[in-house]
């Protein structure tokens, strides 16, 4: 069983490396490492050789990022992995203990001050002005970035609007609900038009509706050419970036386009519904087929080297068994499968190291 | 520099303060309220103490002077004793804090017109206390002694101590203008809350990811916090002149003057130390360790300053404020005699304040 597994895995690193080479070709320049590209002013974020140490745990290491103008990138990983670390030294306010990193082609090790002008940054968590109105929050902001004053009233204005804000602009930030906090940060990093979005877990727990709205604003910043470098657990928002970057223990595991990463889930997806999941799982421990195993709440994701050939097998396997099932079907794998199981397979890796 | 930016950061610190009524409670009447209930705690008025007499003369004159003695109210006779050690040892059990030795030919000495002398002997482990009563005793005894006295022997009875300006030893009116320095500590603790505060809540990270500088902060900072104190220190100088009743010998403007220079000594202080801190409870256990448990001991307060201690005490502000506000008050001084504390306190507040813009960072962690 576990040469089988092995072997797989071989194979899927193997199909790993092509798909995700395929994937960066068709991105200009995502391939780039800056120290030897002359040409690196087409690339919003590059990063060489990162790393930033909090005494003795290493929360980003080598970290080699090259990200385009004018995309939505997607950086996602589990807790801890070093996103929030990422993003505070490309905003400039945490010093990487090596490694080089310009933005927008400023190098923000050395000087963070020069990109200011141009950044717009939304820390994780809620960091305005509570007792600050949303309209005194934005004004706050115009005035700190220098928004001329012609412009001001007007501009906010329209941040007002496309925030849905307009009939708030009056209530204390703190009284706002956690939808409308998140688009008044957003806003206030939008104050000064910057070229370079960091968004940090902008949209963690936001109801569904709110999420939508902020994506919304978020495409609309796409589409005047904002590059957006965003951080986010919910792998539906994931999919919506145009490249995505997979970080593990203060490193990029994986990059690439949504649908190219969905690809890298391990073999096919068999999804079986079964009354007794627990007695299904331990039962299918001893079913030959299985490379991949994860529970989703009322159902079981099976991931197996051929569908066609391995459901009737698992049919047999669980009728002989006297289990009863609902439904057994295949299913197209999901990023968030392709994440559980790099993510699982990069732990395996470690462990074994 | 920008004074827009400036300007932007002034409005919103004044926002914060005058909406949270915690803070702006914090920094308008709590010092004068600190004020009252410190003069009290620390008034130091005179307990009635128990004294005991060791008279060896038993002469008309020594009976006289311990007859005179037993009448005032802060003195309560307790007895003769017969031997010199049976004084320490009541003092011993502490059943008196005073004693008074009478020497032979007392009552001869002064009929002859000689000097002559008394002991005192006092509890030292109550000093305060004790301190002041003996200065009292020997005023009393001075007083007692005012007949005996001639050209040729200006002080018949020999006396330890000597009070100034407070003949009466109230120890109100030299404690209210020290506890000021006291009472003043309160803005700078609130400042380092608000620098605190502003990193916990993680405004400061969205902060430091915009244009704002280091001058432009901590100046946004500082100067509110200045304006309430100086707010501040107005009401509890009223309270020190109006409901204690001290005589303010000086002139109002200048103690405003001196009162601008330990607020700006102690909020620099204050800025510069909680610039390295990033949570609320440990900047207010850092300003309390900082500028009040050391203000208390060290600055001459209520103990004198030890000159072991000295160069400690005079880089506290609160040594030279406590100073100048007992000499304003007090003794009338002005600038002039004054100037060697303010100096002092123009440059804590000068160098804390250039030394918090030059290690200021705009980072996080």
């Known amino acids: 069983m576990k040469h089988v597994v092995k072997n797989v895995v071989k194979n899927v690193v193997k199909n790993v490396e092509k798909q995700s080479m395929s994937a960066r070709s068709q991105l200009p320049n995502a391939e780039s490492r800056f120290p030897n590209s002359v040409h690196h002013s087409m690339n919003a974020i590059e990063t060489h050789q990162l790393h930033r140490r909090f005494r003795r745990t290493v929360a980003v290491k080598a970290l080699d990022l090259a990200i385009p103008q004018g995309i939505i990138y997607g950086l996602i990983g589990p807790d801890g992995a070093g996103k929030t670390t990422t993003l505070r030294m490309l905003a400039g306010v945490l010093k990487p203990s090596s490694g080089q990193a310009r933005v927008l082609g400023q190098d923000v090790v050395r000087d963070p001050e020069a990109l200011r002008p141009h950044l717009g940054y939304m820390p994780q968590h809620f960091s305005l002005y509570g007792d600050l109105s949303v309209l005194e929050n934005l004004r706050f902001f115009a005035e700190i970035y220098g928004v001329p004053r012609k412009e001001r009233a007007a501009r906010i204005q329209r941040l007002l609007r496309f925030a849905q804000l307009e009939a708030f602009a009056q209530r204390p930030a703190a009284k706002l609900s956690g939808g409308m906090k998140k688009k008044l940060g957003l806003a206030c990093a939008l104050v000064h038009s910057p070229r370079i979005l960091l968004l940090d877990e902008p949209t963690n727990g936001v109801d569904p509706v709110s999420r939508r709205e902020f994506w919304d604003i978020l495409g609309e910043l796409y589409l005047q050419g904002v590059t957006i470098l965003i951080t986010t657990p919910y792998m539906d928002e994931a999919e919506r970036c145009n490249l995505v970057g997979l970080m593990f223990q203060g490193t990029i595991i994986q990059q690439g386009e949504p649908e190219a990463l969905r690809r890298l889930a391990p073999g096919e997806l068999l999804v079986l519904y079964a009354p007794d999941l627990l007695r299904v799982e331990q039962l299918l421990a001893r079913f030959p087929d299985i490379l991949s195993l994860q529970v989703y709440g009322d159902r079981l994701h099976l991931f197996v080297a051929d569908a066609q050939a391995s459901r009737p097998r698992l049919e047999a396997f669980l009728r002989e068994r006297g289990v009863a099932f609902t439904a057994l079907y295949q299913d197209e794998p999901r990023l968030e499968e392709a994440f559980v199981h790099l993510i699982r397979q990069a732990q395996a890796r470690q462990a074994a190291a | ?365």
């Not at chain 2, 103990?303 to 506290?316: C, G, K, T």
């Open chain 2, 1 to 365: 520099m920008s004074i827009r930016r400036l300007w932007a950061i002034l409005r919103k610190e004044f926002r914060h303060i005058l909406r949270d009524r915690r803070i702006l409670f914090m920094v308008t009447v709590s010092p004068a309220i600190m004020l009252m209930a410190f003069a009290y705690v620390f008034s130091f008025d005179l307990n009635p103490t128990r004294m005991a007499v060791f008279d060896q003369d038993r002469s008309p004159h020594s009976r006289q002077l311990v007859l005179a003695l037993s009448q005032d109210r802060n003195l309560i006779p307790a007895g003769e004793v017969a031997r010199y050690p049976d004084l320490r040892r009541e003092m011993q059990a502490g059943r008196i804090k005073l004693g008074l030795v009478i020497p032979p030919g007392f009552g001869a000495d002064l009929a002859a017109g000689r000097q002559t002398q008394v002991q005192v002997l006092g509890d030292g482990s109550d000093a305060i206390n004790t301190s002041t009563q003996m200065a009292l005793l020997a005023r009393r005894i001075d007083e007692w002694s005012q007949p005996f006295r001639s050209r040729a022997l200006p002080q018949p009875v020999e006396l330890q101590a000597e009070t100034l300006y407070n003949p009466d030893i109230k120890g109100r009116w030299s404690m209210v203008p020290a506890l000021l320095a006291i009472a003043m500590i309160l803005p700078s603790m609130s400042v380092a809350l608000a620098l605190a505060r502003e990193k916990e809540l993680g405004s400061f990270e969205s902060l430091a990811a915009t244009p704002v500088q280091a001058p432009e902060y901590i100046l946004g900072k500082l100067a509110p916090y200045m304006v309430f104190g100086v707010i501040s220190a107005g009401l509890a100088i009223a309270v020190a002149v109006l409901w204690f009743r001290v005589p303010m010998r000086g002139r109002y403007l200048d103690l405003m003057g001196f009162t601008l220079l330990y607020l700006w000594a102690t909020l620099g202080i204050s800025i510069f130390v909680s610039s390295f801190i990033t949570n609320q409870s440990t900047a207010l256990r850092a300003v309390l360790l900082l500028f009040l448990v050391p203000s208390f001991f060290l600055t001459g307060l209520i103990i004198p300053i030890d000159e072991q201690a000295r160069l400690v005490a005079y880089s506290l502000p609160a040594t030279h404020y406590v100073a100048i506000n007992r000499a304003v008050f007090l003794k009338g001084l002005s600038w002039g005699p004054l100037g060697f504390h303010a100096f002092l306190l123009l440059a804590m507040g000068l160098l804390s304040t250039v030394l918090t813009v030059l290690s200021f960072r705009k980072r996080v962690g």
